[in-house]
């Protein structure tokens, strides 16, 4: 199967476009390894499950640690929900709960 890296919307392009430049090459190339090797073939450090059906593509550099957070969709897609510089340990629950709004938006 061919994946597909799509992004949602305009709304989430821009939050990756904010991301400093080191970390958006960085997430490049973690989309790069899930187009080429497919989600099933990626693992930690590059990507890990938030729960449900969302996972977290993670990017660290020299400006810090980012996240994005995306969704299996049908037709081999993967769909980012939401890309953000993280600040705390943990995922900001407000992070999770916007990326689970937008995934209500996606068409089967």
Same mark, same amino acid.
Not at 39 to 44: F, I, K, Q
Not at 66 to 78: D, F, K, T
């Given at each position: 199967m061919q994946w597909q890296v799509v992004i949602?919307? /305009?709304a989430v392009a821009a939050e %990756?476009?904010?991301l =400093? &430049? /080191?970390l958006r090459a960085k997430m490049a190339r973690v989309i790069d390894l899930l +187009?080429? !090797?497919g =989600?099933?073939? &990626?693992? +930690?450090p590059y990507v890990k499950p938030? *729960? *449900?059906k969302?996972? +977290?593509?993670? %990017?660290?550099g020299q400006h810090g640690i #980012? @996240?994005?957070? !995306? &969704? #299996?969709?049908? *037709? *081999? @897609?993967?769909i980012v929900l939401h890309a953000f510089v993280k600040k705390t340990q943990r995922t900001p629950r407000r992070a999770i709960e916007l990326a689970r709004r937008r995934a209500m938006e996606i068409e089967p």
């Open positions: 949602l919307n /305009d %990756m476009n904010a =400093p &430049v /080191d +187009e080429t !090797y =989600p099933h073939n &990626v693992r +930690e938030l *729960g *449900g969302l996972w +977290e593509m993670r %990017m660290k #980012a @996240r994005a957070i !995306y &969704v #299996a969709a049908s *037709g *081999g @897609r993967l």
